[in-house]
């Protein structure tokens, strides 16, 4: 017995020495929080149990966790993946905070965040949507009325991809996971709760267009209320 085990710690060291790693894997959440490097130098963090609803990019089936995350690395705009039984789900959107799945094995791009305004992170950023259309980000701004329709979503991201749904939309604005859509574009006035979003235009053809997530658009509520 005793021989067995010197043979495997042999073999397990000289798997490390010629620099060949385990397979990750959240049975257990043995790897949490591990950092995977692809081919591409790309570094994603392990997130056992957490996915980041919808935003799908694309979806195919690998035989491990370590190829559904360089599947990831691979293509263009994809920020994570959950991997579920063999099924590799790769997102290009990340809402606002990753929810809890158990049968989730989950991994986001090192330095990939969410569209946010806390302590006006994107303030005066321009972000380029999925259909290829650039807004520019202004925290704490809102252009008063001209709302059109409101929708309930799960990210400010989210919001900003509705607008693209809608030819008349050239502005929204986002507050505490409400997003009203504008068709008109009035003074601009100081409102520190709101993140808003002004369409620019389109941004260069080298951007990749993906599909934006489903959600239901409603009838305009009341013009922006304070929370």
């Given at each position: 017995?005793?021989?067995?085990?010197?043979?495997?710690?042999?073999?397990?060291?000289?798997?490390l020495?010629?620099?060949?790693?385990?397979?990750?894997?959240c049975e257990?959440?043995?790897?949490?929080?591990?950092?995977?490097?692809?081919?591409?130098?790309?570094?994603?963090?392990?997130?056992?149990?957490?996915?980041?609803?919808?935003?799908?990019?694309?979806?195919?089936?690998?035989?491990?966790?370590?190829?559904?995350?360089?599947?990831?690395?691979?293509?263009?705009?994809?920020?994570?993946?959950?991997?579920?039984?063999?099924?590799?789900?790769?997102?290009?959107?990340?809402?606002?905070?990753?929810?809890?799945?158990?049968w989730?094995?989950?991994?986001?791009?090192?330095?990939?965040?969410?569209?946010?305004?806390?302590?006006?992170?994107?303030?005066?950023?321009?972000?380029?949507?999925?259909?290829?259309?650039?807004?520019?980000?202004r925290?704490?701004?809102?252009?008063?009325g001209?709302d059109?329709?409101?929708?309930?979503?799960?990210s400010?991201?989210?919001?900003?991809?509705?607008?693209?749904k809608?030819?008349?939309?050239?502005?929204?604005?986002?507050?505490?996971?409400?997003?009203?859509?504008?068709?008109?574009?009035?003074?601009?006035?100081?409102l520190?709760?709101?993140?808003?979003?002004?369409?620019?235009?389109?941004?260069?053809?080298?951007?990749?267009?993906t599909?934006?997530?489903?959600?239901?658009?409603?009838?305009?509520?009341?013009?922006?209320?304070?929370?």
């Amino acid at each position: 017995m005793a021989k067995f085990q010197f043979l495997g710690l042999s073999a397990l060291a000289l798997l490390l020495l010629n620099g060949v790693q385990a397979e990750l894997s959240c049975e257990n959440a043995v790897d949490d929080h591990a950092i995977f490097t692809a081919a591409s130098g790309a570094q994603f963090e392990v997130f056992c149990f957490e996915d980041y609803y919808r935003g799908d990019l694309a979806a195919t089936t690998t035989d491990t966790f370590d190829d559904c995350i360089a599947t990831c690395a691979d293509t263009a705009g994809c920020l994570a993946v959950a991997y579920v039984y063999g099924s590799c789900y790769m997102k290009d959107r990340l809402g606002d905070e990753p929810q809890h799945a158990s049968w989730v094995w989950g991994a986001k791009l090192v330095g990939a965040t969410a569209l946010t305004c806390v302590d006006n992170e994107d303030d005066n950023t321009v972000y380029t949507s999925s259909a290829g259309n650039e807004y520019e980000i202004r925290c704490g701004v809102d252009y008063y009325g001209g709302d059109f329709a409101s929708c309930h979503v799960e990210s400010f991201q989210y919001c900003v991809e509705e607008c693209d749904k809608e030819a008349q939309c050239v502005d929204v604005v986002y507050n505490h996971g409400t997003c009203y859509l504008k068709s008109v574009l009035t003074q601009p006035t100081e409102l520190s709760y709101v993140w808003n979003a002004r369409l620019l235009g389109q941004a260069s053809p080298s951007q990749t267009t993906t599909s934006a997530p489903e959600t239901t658009t409603s009838a305009p509520e009341a013009t922006t209320s304070a929370p």
